[in-house]
């Protein structure tokens, strides 16, 4: 152990077991509050949260994650990975939401690993927030792509995520 560990060590007051219990939210900038609100009900069948009568709706939960919608001005970053969230899904789980979302015209691409063992995909909700599937243990290794950085032949096209969203 170094030095610095030892120190560490001897003021730890056990922030992760007294004092933080989970995540609350994520908050999203989104062009149109209305408009992520129907994506992630639409596709992902999440759950409305906080919905107060009288108020708009901008909290939807899905599996536990609760995301909060702000309509702010400016554009998103759609040339970088980063910043970007994801949620961990089943190897099925994850042929499903490919499917659910590029039927909904929302843009994806092939599925890719960088160890031959988890799969990822990424894809951009209507304002262009990256979003990432990944699963830990892809029960089909072969049918991935390997990413450059690795090796292989494919780099996620994060710059050609981007689709028009119908309104409706």
Same mark, same amino acid.
């Given at each position: 152990?170094?030095? !610095? $560990?030892?120190?560490?060590?001897? #003021?730890?007051?056990? =922030?992760?077991?007294?004092?933080?219990?989970?995540?609350?939210?994520?908050?999203? %900038? =989104?062009?149109?509050?209305? $408009?992520? #609100?129907? /994506?992630?009900?639409?596709?992902?069948?999440?759950?409305?949260?906080?919905?107060?009568?009288?108020?708009? @709706? /901008?909290?939807?939960?899905?599996?536990? =994650? =609760?995301?909060? /919608? *702000? $309509?702010?001005?400016?554009?998103?970053?759609?040339?970088?990975?980063?910043? %970007?969230?994801?949620?961990?899904?089943?190897?099925?789980?994850?042929?499903?939401?490919?499917?659910?979302?590029?039927?909904?015209? &929302?843009?994806?691409?092939?599925?890719? #690993? !960088?160890?031959? &063992?988890?799969?990822?995909?990424?894809?951009?909700?209507?304002?262009?927030?990256?979003?990432?599937?990944?699963?830990? $243990?892809?029960?089909?290794?072969? +049918?991935? !792509?390997?990413? #450059?950085?690795?090796?292989?032949? *494919?780099?996620?096209?994060? +710059? +050609? @995520?981007?689709?028009?969203?119908?309104?409706?």
């Amino acid at each position: 152990m170094t030095s !610095r $560990e030892e120190a560490r060590e001897g #003021t730890k007051i056990g =922030v992760q077991e007294k004092y933080i219990s989970g995540l609350a939210h994520i908050s999203v %900038h =989104v062009r149109d509050v209305d $408009e992520a #609100t129907a /994506f992630w009900i639409d596709l992902f069948e999440a759950d409305p949260h906080r919905d107060r009568p009288g108020r708009q @709706l /901008f909290h939807v939960e899905i599996a536990g =994650v =609760v995301l909060a /919608f *702000f $309509e702010l001005p400016g554009a998103v970053d759609t040339t970088v990975s980063y910043p %970007h969230y994801a949620f961990t899904t089943s190897a099925e789980g994850l042929r499903v939401m490919k499917a659910r979302l590029e039927a909904a015209g &929302v843009r994806t691409h092939p599925l890719w #690993t !960088r160890d031959h &063992v988890t799969a990822l995909m990424y894809f951009r909700d209507p304002t262009g927030n990256l979003f990432e599937l990944y699963c830990p $243990e892809y029960d089909r290794p072969e +049918d991935l !792509r390997l990413a #450059t950085d690795r090796g292989g032949d *494919f780099e996620p096209p994060i +710059d +050609d @995520l981007m689709y028009d969203w119908p309104k409706g």
